[in-house]
Nanobody, 124 residues
Framework: QVQLVESGGGLVQAGGSLRLSCAAS????????MGWFRQAPGKEREFVGG????????YYVDSVKGRFTISRDNAKNTVYLQMNSLKPEDTAVYYC?????????????????WGQGTQVTVSS
């Protein structure tokens, strides 16, 4: 069992930056692929990016490549989403999720555990 708690969301102007954190409970955090998703009002939950167990591999959706970076610190049971050059269309609730398989999946239903989400609002 893994419990996930996101933090770091807020209101930022376009072009600004935010760093989201996702703190996980449980001793086996390092054995989970971690993903970040987002959901805007009236839209489906969207994959943003993911990171492998070791942190050696990452994968991003095209719309955030070059602007967002995912990292993890397994000693602190935490995964991060650094978001730079934010745009109004990045506005959404951001969720972290954990997957026990050794694969960075892009479909939400592949993930086993979810956080409660944190709101990110980018003003123009």
């Amino acid at each position: 069992q893994v419990q996930l708690v996101e933090s770091g969301g807020g209101l930022v102007q376009a072009g600004g930056s935010l760093r989201l954190s996702c703190a996980a409970s449980g001793r086996t955090f390092s054995r989970y692929v971690m993903g970040w998703f987002r959901q805007a009002p009236g839209k489906e939950r969207e994959f943003v990016g993911g990171i492998s167990w070791s942190g050696d591999n990452t994968y991003y959706v095209d719309s955030v490549k070059g602007r967002f970076t995912i990292s993890r610190d397994n000693a602190k049971n935490t995964v991060y989403l650094q978001m730079n050059s934010l745009k109004p269309e990045d506005t959404a609730v951001y969720y972290c999720a954990a997957d026990q398989r050794d694969l960075i999946a892009t479909m939400p239903e592949k993930y086993d555990y979810w956080g409660q989400g944190t709101q990110v609002t980018v003003s123009s």
